[in-house]
C-alpha cells in the first residue's frame, strides 16, 4: 500500500456521506545541505517534499472542493541513520462537511513515517519538527474571507497540536512495543512548564479517557541521548549549529543567525606557526605523527550558548512575545533495525515526481486561484486538480494568472510570513555536487495508481452536539481552527428576604 492509499483508508472511516478525492505529491529525493548551516562538518542530507490536496463532494450532482492541505518535507541522514519530518504548513478551507477531514489526514500522513513498518525512508530513527502558530490561512488563499471558516485561537491551536502527536506517539509506541522508543517534547517561548499546562487546559491527574502512552516533556530534544540527534556534535566541540535544524519559515532561523553574527570582543594573541611542506616532510621523516587536520571554528556564539540558554532566550524573541502563545513540537521515534537492502538514498522510486512539478503546483495554488466563496474555491479546485493531471499527461499550458480587474474578485492576501533571515553570513549550500540520477519522469500511469484517488464514505453522521463541538478548520502553519464552544451564563438567585 502507498501513502495514497494509506491516506483513503483512513478517510474511509470518517462520519457522513460524501466522496473525497486527494492529490498526492512526493518528490523524488535531491541533495540538501541546508538544515544545518553553521554545522562543521556538514551533515549530508537528502530531502523530499510533499505536498497532500483533499477536495471533498457532498453529493455527485455537486462539484469537488478543497477543504484540506498539507505541506512537509523530509530529510534523510543516513550517516546517523536519522531522518526528520518537518510539518510546514496546514490549512483548509472550512467548506466541507463535518467533521472535518484534517485531523484523520494530517494524523495518518505522520503516523506513516513514524511507524518503522510504513516509513518509506530507509532510517532506524524518525523526527517530528513542527512550529504551531495560530493564522487565519496559509495554503488557500483569502479563505479567511469565507465565514464558514473559523480558525482556532492560539492557544486551542497548541493544545490541539499536541493531541494530535500525542495520539500518534501512543499508536506507534503500541506498534514498536518495547523494543523500540518514543520521546514527546514542546516549549511553549515565555511560559514556564506549569504556565503552559494551565494555559492549555491540562490536568496533571490522568483520566480515564486519557490514552496510555508515552508522556510529554516540558523542555527541547537535545539534551537525552536515548533517541540519537540527525547531526550530532564532534566529541567534545560544542556547537550550536549541530543542534538547532533550521527549516523554512521559522523563527528559530533568524535567532541562530544573530548568534552567528554576535561575537565577543576577544585579547589579541599571536598568530599560530602554520606549518610548511618542509617542517611536514621533517615529521614525516623522524616518525612523528601527522599534525590533526584543521577543525572550522563555529561562528559568532555557537560555540558558547548551549541549548537550554538558546531557548531560554528564544522567550524573549519578537515572534515568541508578539502577544500570540507560539508552540515548538518534536516527537523522536526508534525502533530496531530491519534486516534489508539499503538502496541508494538517492535513487527515485515509483511514483515520484520532479521538484519542479510541485513547485509549480504550489505556486499555482497560491498565486492563481482564491478561495473566498464556494464558487470561487470550486472554481480553484478545479483549476488545480486539472494542472496536476495535465503536468502527468505532459501538458505545457500554464494557468491563465489572476486578473487584477475587479470583477475577478479581491485581490489574494499573501500568507503571514516570518522576516527573511539574514543570508549575508550564512555558509554557501550550493556547493553539492550533482545528482547520479535523472529526475522521475510524472507520467498518466504515475498519476493514477500513486498521485489522484478516491473514495466513497457512506457513514453515520456525527451527533449535532459532536459535530458543532468537533468543527475545525485548518488556519496556521502547522494549524488548526473550530467554532468556539457556546458558554451558558447562569443567573445569581436572590435570596428572599423575610421581614421580621
Same mark, same amino acid.
Given at each position: 500500500m502507498n501513502l *495514497? $492509499? %494509506?491516506?483513503?483508508?483512513?478517510? *474511509?472511516?470518517?462520519?457522513?456521506?460524501? &466522496?473525497? %478525492? @486527494? %492529490?498526492?505529491?512526493?518528490?523524488?529525493?535531491?541533495? $540538501? /545541505?541546508?538544515?544545518?548551516?553553521?554545522? #562543521? +562538518?556538514? =551533515?549530508?542530507?537528502?530531502?523530499?517534499? !510533499?505536498?497532500?490536496?483533499? #477536495? &471533498?463532494?457532498? /453529493?455527485p450532482d455537486s462539484a469537488p472542493v478543497f477543504v484540506s492541505a498539507i505541506e512537509a518535507s523530509v530529510f534523510n541522514a543516513p550517516a546517523t541513520d536519522c531522518a526528520i519530518?518537518?510539518? #510546514?504548513?496546514? $490549512?483548509?478551507?472550512?467548506?466541507? !462537511?463535518? =467533521? +472535518?477531514?484534517?485531523?484523520?489526514?494530517?494524523?495518518?500522513? @505522520?503516523?506513516w513515517y513514524a511507524d518503522p513498518t510504513t516509513r518509506p525512508v530507509s532510517a532506524r530513527h524518525l523526527w517530528v519538527h513542527l512550529f504551531a502558530r495560530a493564522q487565519s490561512q496559509y495554503l488557500f488563499p483569502n479563505s479567511a474571507d469565507y465565514e464558514g471558516k473559523k480558525p482556532l485561537s492560539d492557544v486551542k491551536l497548541c493544545a490541539w497540536w499536541r493531541r494530535v502527536l500525542g495520539r500518534v506517539a501512543a499508536d506507534v509506541a503500541v506498534a514498536v512495543g518495547e523494543t523500540g522508543m518514543v520521546g514527546m517534547y514542546y516549549v511553549l517561548p515565555g511560559y514556564g512548564q506549569i504556565e503552559a499546562e494551565q494555559a492549555l487546559g491540562l490536568s496533571s491527574i490522568p483520566s480515564a479517557s486519557t490514552p496510555a502512552g508515552p508522556s510529554w516533556i516540558y523542555g527541547h530534544p537535545y539534551a537525552q541521548t536515548a533517541i540519537p540527534l540527525p547531526c550530532p556534535p564532534? &566529541? /567534545?566541540?560544542h556547537n550550536l549549529g549541530h543542534f538547532i535544524p533550521s527549516f523554512d519559515d521559522d523563527p528559530k532561523n533568524r535567532f541562530m543567525d544573530e548568534i552567528a553574527l554576535t561575537d565577543r570582543a576577544a585579547s589579541p594573541r599571536k598568530r599560530a606557526r602554520t606549518e610548511t611542506g618542509r617542517d611536514a616532510k621533517e615529521r614525516q621523516d623522524a616518525g612523528e605523527p601527522k599534525a590533526p587536520p584543521k577543525v572550522e571554528r563555529p561562528k559568532g556564539e555557537l560555540s558558547r550558548v548551549a541549548p537550554d540558554e538558546f531557548w531560554e532566550r528564544m522567550s524573549f524573541r519578537q515572534e515568541c512575545v508578539a502577544g500570540a502563545v507560539t508552540g515548538f513540537f518534536a516527537v523522536g521515534f526508534s525502533a530496531p533495525r530491519r534486516e534489508e537492502t539499503k538502496p541508494s538514498p538517492l535513487a527515485p522510486e515509483a511514483g515520484q515526481v520532479p521538484r519542479a512539478m510541485k513547485r509549480r503546483v504550489l505556486t499555482t495554488l497560491l498565486t492563481g486561484t482564491e478561495f473566498s466563496t464556494v464558487e470561487r474555491a470550486r472554481k480553484g479546485t478545479e483549476i488545480i486538480e486539472?494542472? @496536476?493531471?495535465?503536468?502527468?499527461?505532459?501538458?505545457?499550458?500554464? +494557468?491563465?494568472?489572476?486578473?487584477?480587474?475587479?470583477s475577478a474578485g479581491p485581490s489574494l492576501a499573501v500568507p503571514p510570513r516570518t522576516p +527573511? *533571515?539574514?543570508t549575508a553570513t550564512l555558509p554557501s549550500v550550493d556547493d553539492v555536487s550533482p545528482n547520479p540520477? $535523472? &529526475?522521475?519522469?510524472?507520467?498518466?500511469?504515475?498519476? *493514477?495508481? %500513486? @498521485?489522484?484517488?478516491a473514495v466513497s464514505v457512506s457513514n453515520a453522521p456525527l451527533p449535532q452536539k459532536a459535530a458543532t463541538r468537533g468543527q475545525e478548520t485548518d488556519g496556521a502553519a502547522g494549524g488548526v481552527g473550530g467554532e468556539t464552544p457556546k458558554v451558558n451564563v447562569l443567573a445569581v438567585?436572590?435570596?428572599k428576604r423575610v421581614d421580621t
Open positions: *495514497r $492509499d %494509506h491516506l483513503l483508508a483512513a478517510l *474511509r472511516s470518517l462520519p457522513g456521506t460524501r &466522496e473525497f %478525492h @486527494i %492529490h498526492v505529491l512526493v518528490t523524488a529525493p535531491a541533495k $540538501d /545541505n541546508s538544515l544545518y548551516p553553521y554545522a #562543521s +562538518p556538514r =551533515p549530508r542530507l537528502y530531502a523530499q517534499d !510533499i505536498l497532500v490536496l483533499l #477536495s &471533498e463532494q457532498a /453529493n519530518l518537518y510539518v #510546514s504548513k496546514v $490549512d483548509s478551507t472550512g467548506q466541507g !462537511i463535518s =467533521p +472535518p477531514p484534517t485531523a484523520t489526514l494530517l494524523s495518518t500522513l @505522520i503516523a564532534p &566529541e /567534545n566541540a486539472s494542472a @496536476i493531471r495535465g503536468l502527468c499527461e505532459g501538458l505545457a499550458a500554464h +494557468p491563465r494568472p489572476p486578473s487584477s480587474s475587479a +527573511p *533571515r539574514r540520477f $535523472d &529526475e522521475p519522469e510524472a507520467t498518466l500511469e504515475t498519476y *493514477r495508481t %500513486h @498521485i489522484y484517488g438567585r436572590k435570596k
